[in-house]
């Protein structure tokens, strides 16, 4: 079953709706449908007022449901949060908490999501074509309840502390990372193509992250282990070049990895003489 | 408004009534002999039982430390929020709710007065702000009085009377209801980076010993005339082998007890019943504790119940806090009061699975069933250090139904259930015994006279929880039990209905309950007293108590000394 979802307006109010959940909406008719609950606000609505339902396929297995956004929702918050199956597929931008705690699924986004988008997510897999937010994967504020596995991949930029408290799964950002990227990360990956912002790695107990861009300098507390031509990323996928490998962090007694690209960073040169 | 509660199975056991069919008259907002059977709105209770509205001897409430803890915690919040409704206001939180839902949690459970143990002076007034918008329970506060600078200077001069003045002073200006210890003189010395390790310990710069200052404040205490005991959170808090210290500290003061009345509450005696040397050779020493108070009449105990659960503690118990932050390496709060108390705050998981907290578990169970006389030994989880207030009918469940303690029994850590002496307890509480220890025996122990019971003249305060002791075993049923005691049928305040079947009917601000104690002379504020208040306090002296227009509904007692 495919569920085709339009906006009918452009949202000004922040929207909280976790009833956009292949979970949600399986087995269910169009007017059942209209009638869940969502927020605008601190008004009550259901989903038949903010966007027009269109159910394609309707034949089709009706336990495996695709959800197609079309338009922009970035003003709609924890889309697909908690959802164990199915798919969404937003033709637009993304709003806050998208697939938050999900266990499993795929939520792809043609288009930006912002912040803590796989917020404590436990499985499934995020793909988000434009750019993300901060706290990629990062837990709610407050909590330790990092990410315990799955897969993001994020084609654009992130914001800060991505991967923060991350327990399990890989994070792979093609952009560029900003500050805090595994801020006290405890286990997974973290790949970054582009360059990453300062402090990667800080506080990690376990874990690691890969920087094939350009880093500004390693944190002071990690140790310099030496030189390696090849990170791993998961049990399938390795990035074969030369990397700078740092252990830390000691202020944790972490034994995290921090990989750092060679080429791309002579200004860490200096620690080769102290191989 | 009058009110007749016809038909209900009433347990009140200060007046000897022991699930007796009786009808409950209330009229303005009191119990009386009887009322206008035409006129009164009836309450059909056939099939119910009728207790007075519970008391909660010790719960952390409200306070500089609750808010930071608050603060601490949005990760707390997220999950449990409740909506606003046409009566209630929306509100967060689940070891640390905000102040209107900890209120409307309380009535639920048919709760109707609750005290917050911990007020440091200094900031007495915030904590009178949360408890004015704390709604639909009664409220007091104990003053930390322990570590108060001028206390300890005249227990070390041996000025018994000049100390009570001092105290009453205190306790008036800062409208508290007793005096509370915390490991008494360690948090002196936590301002210094040290702690106290044993009753005999000399606290720095001030040359007394904790057992002074328990001894001390206890004769005060009786010099006053205050309701309710000292109230004591041990020396060695927390630490393995310091059910030694908790005996000791009941031993202390066992002299000064006279007519059997009891001189010293330790509370959350849990967390002080630890055998063993180190967490390795941890067990419980909850015999040890249970034998003692057995044999003596001069005690008053409650339980700080450990539950399951993700909770936040939070302690005046400065240097407690910091070791269970290295122990668990959660996130810490710690707060240095100034020249009076410190505080610390640590968010902690108990699990099943972990040795020492399921032995904790234990521990507290053990030793309300242990303690025969219910009167000594009162329910409560030291909200929130062992686990949020929304668990006791969990807790009464337990210590109704040996089957409820098996089956959690089944699920603990194999080694911790090895162990427990619960697995050795037959004993089954019943409905009257439960009432003594969440109600009857609270009010006792505080000296509430107006409250605990339903005798002609006490306040109006009534749960009413739909359980038919004829036709159901609370023992087998223990799950009904849960049930009930989780959502009053009805929670009667002040002769009003404020909450039914678990949904808040009506706002109602309770009361502030203080002490007003007037002694014959004065306390004397020397001139030199004056220049440490402007020199060392945040505060100044002319700004530090809190009048009674602070109170939203105020309600003093006035307890005239003789000193």
């Known amino acids: 079953m495919i569920v085709n979802l339009y906006p009918l307006k452009t949202f000004k109010l922040p929207i909280i709706a976790e009833c956009i959940n292949p979970d949600m909406l399986k087995g269910k008719t169009l007017d059942d449908m209209r009638r869940l609950e969502l927020w605008e606000g601190n008004k009550r609505r259901t989903l038949g007022e903010l966007f027009k339902i269109e159910i394609s396929n309707p034949a089709s297995s009706s336990e495996n449901v695709t959800i197609i956004v079309n338009g922009d929702v970035s003003r709609v918050k924890r889309i697909g949060a908690g959802m164990k199956s199915g798919e969404i597929i937003i033709k637009g931008n993304a709003g806050m908490h998208l697939g938050a705690e999900m266990h499993g699924g795929k939520i792809t986004v043609y288009g930006n999501a912002l912040s803590w988008a796989g917020s404590m997510m436990k499985g499934g897999a995020i793909e988000i074509h434009g750019d993300a937010g901060d706290y990629l994967g990062a837990p709610y504020r407050g909590s330790k309840e990092g990410m315990r596995g799955g897969k993001i991949v994020v084609s654009g930029n992130v914001g800060n502390e991505a991967g923060a408290y991350m327990h399990k799964g890989v994070i792979k950002i093609y952009g560029n990372a900003g500050q805090f990227t595994g801020f006290r990360m405890r286990g997974g990956t973290i790949y970054v193509q582009g360059s990453c912002g300062g402090r990667a790695g800080t506080c990690m107990v376990d874990g690691a992250v890969i920087v094939v861009g350009a880093l500004e300098s390693a944190p002071p507390t990690f140790t310099f282990e030496g030189v390696k031509n090849k990170a791993r990323i998961d049990e399938n996928e390795a990035v074969e070049a030369s990397f700078y490998l740092f252990v830390g962090d000691l202020t944790e007694n972490g034994v995290g990895k921090l990989y750092v690209a060679r080429d791309r960073n002579p200004h860490l040169s200096n620690y080769e003489k102290l191989l | ?563």
């Open chain 2, 1 to 563: 408004m009058e009110l007749l509660i016809k038909n209900g199975f009433v347990y009140d056991p200060i007046n000897g009534v022991n699930g007796e069919k009786i009808d409950i008259a209330v009229k303005n907002g009191k119990i009386v002999e009887k009322v206008n059977e035409c006129k009164a709105k009836k309450i059909n209770a056939s099939g119910m039982v009728v207790m007075p509205g519970g008391v909660d001897i010790h719960s952390h409430i409200a306070g500089g430390k609750v808010n930071s803890g608050r603060l601490l915690r949005p990760e707390d919040h997220y999950r449990d929020f409740e909506k606003k409704t046409r009566i209630t206001r929306s509100g967060v939180g689940r070891s640390v709710p905000s102040t209107f839902t900890t209120g409307y949690r309380y009535a639920r459970m048919g709760y109707t007065m609750v005290m917050d143990p911990a007020m440091p002076p200094l900031e007495a007034k915030h904590t009178h702000e949360e408890l004015s918008d704390t709604p639909l329970i009664d409220k007091a506060s104990y003053p930390l009085l322990g570590d108060w600078w001028f206390v300890l200077e005249y227990l070390k001069d041996g000025k018994i009377e000049e100390c009570a003045r001092h105290v009453a002073w205190m306790i008036t200006a800062t409208k508290g209801y007793a005096i509370k210890l915390v490991n008494p003189g360690g948090l002196e010395a936590w301002g210094f980076g040290n702690n106290v390790s044993s009753l005999d310990d000399q606290i720095p710069h001030f040359g007394v010993t904790p057992r002074e200052i328990i001894r001390g404040l206890c004769k005060v205490n009786q010099l006053l005339g205050l309701p309710h005991t000292i109230h004591v959170h041990t020396n060695n808090l927390g630490v393995p082998g310091n059910y030694a210290t908790a005996l000791e500290t009941m031993r202390c003061v066992e002299d000064l007890a006279a007519g059997g009345k009891p001189v010293i509450h330790i509370t959350h005696c849990q967390f002080s019943a630890f055998k063993g040397d180190d967490w390795r050779t941890f067990e419980s020493g909850a015999e040890e504790i249970a034998n003692y108070v057995n044999a003596c009449s001069h005690v008053t105990l409650d339980m700080g119940q450990v539950i399951f659960t993700d909770t936040t503690t939070m302690t005046a118990d400065g240097p407690f806090q910091y070791s269970l932050h290295t122990l668990s390496g959660n996130k810490w709060v710690n707060h240095d009061v100034e020249t009076e108390t410190s505080t610390g705050i640590v968010p902690f998981h108990y699990k099943r699975k972990n040795y020492v907290h399921a032995t904790q578990w234990s521990i507290g169970l053990e030793l309300a069933l242990l303690i025969r006389d219910p009167w000594k030994i009162l329910m409560t989880t030291d909200h929130p250090n062992g686990g949020p207030f929304i668990a006791y009918p969990k807790i009464v469940a337990w210590l109704m139904s040996r089957k409820a303690r098996e089956a959690t029994l089944k699920r603990i850590n194999p080694k911790a259930r090895s162990r427990s002496l619960l697995q050795s307890i037959d004993r089954e509480l019943d409905f009257s015994e439960i009432a003594i220890m969440t109600r009857a025996g609270q009010a006792k122990a505080l000296g509430l006279n107006c409250k605990g019971h339903l005798g002609v003249g006490a306040d109006a305060d009534i749960a009413i929880y739909n359980f038919n002791p004829e036709t159901t075993d609370p023992s087998r049923k223990y799950k009904a039990v849960r049930r009930v005691f989780k959502k009053a049928a009805y929670t009667i305040k002040n002769g009003q209905i404020v909450a039914k079947d678990g949904e808040v009917l009506r706002h109602v601000n309770g009361a502030t309950f203080w002490l007003n104690v007037q002694t014959r002379e004065p306390a004397v504020l020397t001139a030199e007293m004056q220049r440490r208040f402007k020199e060392y306090w945040t505060v100044e002296y002319e700004n530090y108590p809190v009048s009674e227009n602070y109170l939203a509904v105020s309600h003093p007692i006035t307890v005239k000394a003789d000193v």
